[in-house]
């Protein structure tokens, strides 16, 4: 089976315009975004697009790139985009942000080896929470699995609720995991939940992972102990800054 990963980058951010050009260490986001991507067992990466300028920079350091609508609603959409677009004929399909520049091979690697099972429709990644502050932080995703490891639920909330204990008793007395949002999909699969209407459970949680729950699909879940640095501000890019120069200095 093959694998391509998928980055979809758009220019038109609300929060942060033209983010995927950003400069970091003096390479644009994308680029850094792409190069962690080569590196892992992916058979092909390339980046969606809706812009020139993007498409432009891609080609500069020698990436690809495929031009998309830019009136998708999410990266998905436009991953499915993507994946029709192509000359060659993928298997299966993993979705990189765009706007983490420094995404850690192992989830990538991780995420390939869960969508090559033959039980697998869609896959994704969490991290167990040990911090008060995030388990109650409504933009930290929540989700429970089952034994198998499939989700059962993600929530902002705090999930589950442990009705007899204190509320700063529950990371002591619980496991508590947040959602890590990278996913992989078969192609098929791809397919079929772009073509998906909203549903009451994603409308009212603002996530679009309980519209593919609520029609029956299956999430294979992993669990890892990385967290990726995102760049969603212009302020972010601070961070992101000291990360890069961090890394430098241990190469």
């Not at 890892?224 to 890019?237: F, G, K, M, R």
Request: glycine share 4%.
């Amino acid at each position: 089976m093959k694998v391509v990963g998928i980055i979809p980058a758009r220019y038109a951010s609300t929060r942060f315009p033209g983010k995927p050009l950003a400069l970091i260490k003096g390479k644009p986001m994308i680029q850094r975004v792409c190069e962690q991507a080569w590196k892992s067992k992916l058979d092909a990466v390339v980046v969606a697009t809706d812009d020139v300028r993007i498409a432009d920079a891609v080609m500069s350091f020698g990436g690809r790139y495929v031009m998309t609508s830019p009136n998708h609603r999410s990266g998905t959409d436009r991953c499915r985009e993507a994946l029709d677009l192509l000359d060659e004929k993928y298997d299966a399909v993993v979705n990189i942000q765009g706007d983490e520049p420094f995404i850690d091979l192992s989830q990538i690697n991780l995420l390939i080896e869960l969508i090559l099972r033959d039980d697998t429709m869609l896959a994704s990644l969490a991290k167990k929470i040990d911090d008060e502050d995030e388990l109650f932080n409504s933009n930290a995703v929540k989700v429970v699995m089952d034994r198998e490891g499939r989700a059962l639920y993600f929530s902002r909330n705090p999930i589950p609720f442990m009705r007899n204990e204190d509320k700063n008793q529950w990371l002591s007395k619980g496991s508590y995991y947040k959602h890590i949002g990278v996913y992989a999909y078969k192609a098929q699969t791809l397919r079929q939940i772009a073509g998906l209407e909203p549903t009451n459970l994603e409308v009212s949680e603002s996530l679009e992972q309980l519209r593919w729950l609520e029609n029956g699909l299956s999430i294979r879940m992993a669990v890892t102990d990385s967290e990726n640095v995102s760049i969603d501000t212009p302020a972010d890019l601070e961070k992101a800054e000291q990360f890069a120069q961090n890394q430098i200095l241990i190469e």
